[in-house]
């Protein structure tokens, strides 16, 4: 057994190696801004010097170094926070990330699989709308994690949320404000994460025995604010007038919020708002939007995790992950006084 690696002393090992100790802290952090020979002559020096230097030599033998981290637009917010996450940890395993935004439908399969071949990406991590037989083609060419959206009914490992009983409980919450009239506004149902946010709305006032109204749905072919100030404007004037809004993101509770301004009411004394994913917009809106948080960075970060394990052929079980969410509630909902956060699940 070499030496215990907290042991490792840089200084040394320059002086066998001639090497700075710059250089070699970039080594030992498991930088890729370092030339192949410089890291070998580092890992000769070490065992020189009777260190461990296994875990090295595994990152130097490694042919390929990238994951690609697919989503479906650069233009939501929402996933700023979750790349961030996936890039510490890529980073952190010695793996470089590529983003790429191109759909993988049908017609653009083959020409994202030839992309992962010809980069000779070593995984992929994907955050997009994408069919089961295509999901099933992907991971039987390269190792794959689903992040956020996700098919539950494969054997493709997923971290994501349960919108279902995240939503369900953030209308629950607007119940007990007395609220009676909630309207929906979601994204585009394709996606994994509007179909369940629509479940748990539907399910919050079933429980509360009260009758589902299809115009108090809005539903949007996608994420467009302009979209929704109009949708909800209109619904306001009409003779079904919502006291309450919940909002499938809070691009879309930000709209809500527009839209009751226009029509001269008030929020939350005549108009309580909830949005969902607590990005940044969230606490900038005046008045700030009581939200669901999701643990975007955590999000990202463990995808990757898993996923460098699937890379290194770890064996362990295909596994699931199912991140906790909260309500923070903000000024939407309440007429004052900071914040406060309630666990959803």
């Given at each position: 057994?070499?030496?215990?690696?907290?042991?490792?002393?840089?200084?040394?090992?320059?002086?066998?190696?001639?090497?700075?100790?710059?250089?070699?802290?970039?080594?030992?952090?498991?930088?890729?801004?370092?030339?192949?020979?410089?890291?070998?002559a580092?890992?000769?020096?070490?065992?020189q010097?009777g260190?461990?230097?296994?875990?090295?030599?595994?990152?130097?033998?490694?042919?390929?170094?990238?994951?690609?981290?697919?989503?479906?637009?650069?233009?939501?917010p929402?996933?700023?926070?979750?790349i961030q996450?996936?890039?510490?940890s890529?980073a952190?395993?010695?793996?470089?990330?590529?983003?790429?935004?191109?759909?993988?439908?049908d017609?653009?399969?083959?020409?994202?699989?030839?992309l992962?071949?010809?980069?000779?990406?070593?995984?992929?991590?994907?955050?997009?709308c994408i069919?089961?037989q295509?999901?099933v083609?992907?991971?039987a060419?390269?190792?794959?994690?689903?992040?956020?959206?996700?098919?539950s009914?494969?054997?493709?490992?997923?971290?994501?949320?349960?919108?279902?009983?995240?939503?369900?409980n953030?209308?629950?919450?607007?119940?007990?404000?007395?609220k009676?009239?909630?309207?929906?506004?979601?994204?585009?149902?394709?996606?994994k994460?509007?179909?369940?946010?629509?479940?748990?709305?539907?399910?919050?006032?079933?429980?509360?025995?009260?009758?589902?109204?299809?115009?108090?749905?809005?539903?949007?072919?996608?994420?467009?604010?302009?979209?929704?100030?109009?949708?909800?404007?209109?619904?306001?004037n009409?003779?079904?007038?919502?006291?309450?809004?919940?909002?499938?993101?809070?691009?879309?509770?930000?709209?809500?919020?527009?839209?009751?301004?226009?029509?001269?009411?008030?929020?939350?004394?005549?108009?309580?708002?909830?949005?969902?994913?607590?990005?940044?917009?969230?606490?900038m809106?005046?008045?700030?939007?009581?939200?669901?948080?999701?643990?975007?960075?955590?999000?990202?970060?463990?995808?990757?995790?898993?996923?460098?394990?699937?890379?290194?052929?770890?064996?362990?079980?295909?596994?699931?992950?199912?991140?906790?969410?909260?309500?923070?509630v903000?000024?939407?909902?309440?007429?004052?006084?900071?914040?406060?956060?309630?666990?959803?699940?």
């Amino acid at each position: 057994m070499g030496k215990e690696a907290n042991k490792i002393t840089y200084s040394r090992i320059a002086e066998v190696s001639g090497i700075s100790m710059a250089t070699i802290s970039r080594i030992m952090n498991n930088s890729s801004n370092v030339k192949e020979e410089t890291r070998n002559a580092v890992i000769a020096s070490m065992k020189q010097l009777g260190y461990d230097t296994s875990h090295l030599e595994a990152i130097a033998a490694k042919s390929n170094d990238l994951i690609i981290f697919n989503i479906p637009s650069l233009d939501n917010p929402f996933y700023s926070l979750i790349i961030q996450g996936a890039k510490a940890s890529a980073a952190r395993n010695g793996y470089n990330m590529l983003l790429n935004q191109d759909p993988i439908d049908d017609r653009s399969i083959d020409t994202f699989l030839a992309l992962l071949k010809k980069t000779n990406a070593a995984g992929l991590i994907t955050t997009n709308c994408i069919s089961r037989q295509n999901l099933v083609k992907l991971n039987a060419s390269i190792p794959l994690v689903q992040c956020c959206e996700c098919d539950s009914t494969l054997d493709i490992p997923f971290v994501t949320i349960d919108d279902v009983s995240a939503s369900r409980n953030a209308v629950e919450y607007i119940l007990s404000l007395g609220k009676k009239r909630i309207a929906f506004i979601n994204g585009p149902l394709q996606y994994k994460y509007a179909r369940d946010r629509l479940k748990g709305y539907l399910q919050a006032l079933e429980d509360a025995s009260i009758p589902c109204d299809p115009d108090m749905i809005i539903q949007l072919q996608e994420i467009n604010y302009d979209m929704a100030v109009s949708a909800v404007f209109q619904l306001l004037n009409s003779e079904k007038r919502p006291d309450a809004f919940f909002a499938s993101s809070d691009v879309y509770a930000a709209a809500a919020i527009k839209a009751t301004r226009r029509t001269n009411l008030k929020v939350p004394q005549d108009i309580a708002i909830v949005g969902f994913d607590n990005i940044e917009l969230s606490s900038m809106c005046t008045p700030s939007i009581t939200t669901v948080n999701q643990p975007k960075f955590q999000l990202g970060l463990l995808s990757c995790e898993m996923l460098i394990k699937r890379i290194s052929k770890e064996q362990i079980p295909i596994s699931n992950m199912y991140m906790d969410t909260e309500l923070i509630v903000r000024e939407t909902t309440q007429k004052r006084s900071p914040f406060s956060r309630f666990p959803l699940q």
